[in-house]
């Protein structure tokens, strides 16, 4: 299981310890694997205790990506659109806790944090409302025009 590390210096409000420990939960890796303790850089500090994830859990991750973009793929345009505008929504909503996860986890300063979370809302607002556009089948001329 995973489990946060107590820091020196308080964490924001959002990254409780209770919250990193569902956050590295998360990750794949087997129960057993190697685990590392991760710093804010800004202080050195203990931030959070992860599981390392060993080329075979990668596999693993990668057969179970495969299984869900194939049911993604005979999602309905429609539900797809769907997702995608709820996903915009949910990062907007909870912006602050992923700015102070990425301020806390690698330094990133307020500003590139929420360029990071704002390119994310605002790419998945995009294929929502342009997705059926791409997807749709097009007929195409061949390199030699013919008659």
């Known amino acids: 299981m995973a489990t ?17 420990e569902r956050l590295a939960a998360r990750a794949t890796a087997a129960p ?20 390392v994830s060993a080329p075979s859990d990668v596999e693993d991750a990668f057969a179970r990506a495969r299984i869900a973009q ?3 793929a005979a999602t309905p345009l ?3 659109k769907q997702i995608l505008l709820r996903f915009h929504d949910l990062i907007l909503d909870r912006q602050d ?4 996860l990425m301020q806390a986890e690698n330094g990133k ?4 944090a929420f360029l990071e979370v704002v390119d994310i809302a605002i790419v998945s607002r995009y294929y929502a409302r342009n997705g059926v556009r791409y997807l749709a089948p097009k007929r195409r001329r061949g390199a030699i025009p013919l008659r």
């Open 4 to 20: 946060a590390q107590a820091t020196s210096a308080p964490l924001p409000a959002p990254l409780t310890p209770a919250r990193l």
């Open 32 to 51: 057993d694997a190697v685990r590392v303790t991760t710093t804010a850089p800004y202080t050195g500090a203990p931030l959070a205790d992860v599981p």
């Open 70 to 72: 194939r049911a993604w």
């Open 78 to 80: 429609s539900r797809r």
């Open 97 to 100: 806790e992923a700015l102070e």
């Open 109 to 112: 300063t307020r500003r590139d």
